[in-house]
């Protein structure tokens, strides 16, 4: 019964006031250090005036990871109206982005509270791409553009580089080291593209040898564009009740075209006659397969060396099976 009294007058005596504080410091608040290299240090002075009649002692409480400080602040008293200095410094190594950091301290006097010095920095990636996305645009069927991603390393160290998951087969890929670049070169080349395929946007993984950017995500996309195009792309017979399809035909240049021939490789499907020249053709296609058929058509024009080739499929759908009969002697459904 005693020790809970003393407990309960302990909680009730008033906890001692804050002084006002003692000490002057310079910078104060927040220091913003800016934007810096993944092994930069940065270093911030401080000076502490006693600002009081009597003498007062700093002393470190803690700090945060990468914080060093040194000075005569922490060495000794400060005499009245007397000024030492501190130093802070920030190394960033092992961290990336955005980062705060701060440093507690602590004085001989029970009345003062604690002086923080917070600072905020933005630590660089030490490998970065050029681009995360690259566009080959417009490409031809004899062309084989390249795209070319440059990683760079800040600190200068050598980067090894490697396709993760594979890439399509109509893309070669090659790897070229360097330092303090390496880059990534990626060839499309047209001639392995699908037939039917128009447009793509690739999806690269590239794994590093930098610890803190093992990995980056780069797309790429392209648009292939023949001297004729058809409309559609892809021709896809649904209905089981509709037997022909018309192809259009478009010269991109707008001149007329003669096609010289056309076949259908694979079964399932019929030509109608070729079209005369002009700029817009239209091409009959009927389908004599009665089930799931796949051909390609193949066109070849007058004064053109590559043929045009056009998938050609039948995908019945499915018809829905109706519900069975009831029994007479099952009797009636069961209610909800």
Not at 160 to 186: F, N, Q
Request: hydrophobic residues 40%.
């Amino acid at each position: 019964m005693f020790m809970r009294l003393l407990s309960l007058i302990a909680l009730a005596a008033p906890l001692p006031a804050q002084a006002p504080a003692r000490l002057d410091v310079k910078p104060a608040g927040r220091v913003l250090l800016g934007s810096t290299g993944p092994r930069e240090t940065r270093t911030v002075a401080y000076t502490f005036t006693n600002v009081s009649a009597r003498p007062i002692a700093l002393r470190l409480g803690d700090l945060s990871p990468g914080v060093t400080v040194r000075g005569p602040a922490l060495e000794g008293p400060f005499a009245p109206g007397q000024s030492l200095g501190l130093t802070l410094t920030v190394d960033p190594t092992g961290f990336v982005g955005p980062q705060a950091r701060n440093v507690r301290l602590l004085t001989d006097d029970p009345l003062q509270g604690e002086y923080r010095l917070p600072v905020a920095l933005d630590v660089r990636a030490d490998l970065t791409v050029d681009a995360q996305r690259r566009s080959l645009g417009i490409v031809a069927p004899h062309e084989s553009p390249q795209a070319v991603f440059a990683f760079t390393r800040e600190t200068g160290q050598p980067t090894a580089l490697r396709l993760a998951g594979g890439i399509a087969p109509y893309l070669d890929a090659e790897v070229v080291p360097g330092s303090p670049t390496s880059r990534l070169l990626v060839t499309l080349r047209p001639a392995r593209v699908p037939p039917g395929a128009t447009l793509g946007l690739e999806t690269l993984q590239v794994e590093t040898s930098a610890p803190m950017q093992p990995a980056f995500t780069l797309y790429l996309d392209w648009k292939l564009h023949h001297p004729v195009e058809a409309v559609p792309s892809r021709v896809v017979f649904l209905d089981p009740a509709a037997p022909a399809q018309e192809l259009l035909l478009k010269a991109r240049d707008g001149k007329a075209f003669l096609v010289e021939d056309a076949k259908v490789e694979g079964g399932g499907f019929t030509l109608g006659p070729l079209p005369g020249a002009a700029p817009e053709q239209s091409l009959a296609i009927r389908r004599t397969a009665t089930s799931v058929a796949r051909a390609l058509l193949v066109l070849r024009f007058k004064g053109q060396d590559a043929p045009l080739r056009v998938p050609l499929s039948y995908l019945p759908s499915s018809t829905p099976q109706a519900p069975p009969a009831a029994s007479p002697s099952a009797g009636p459904p069961p209610r909800p």
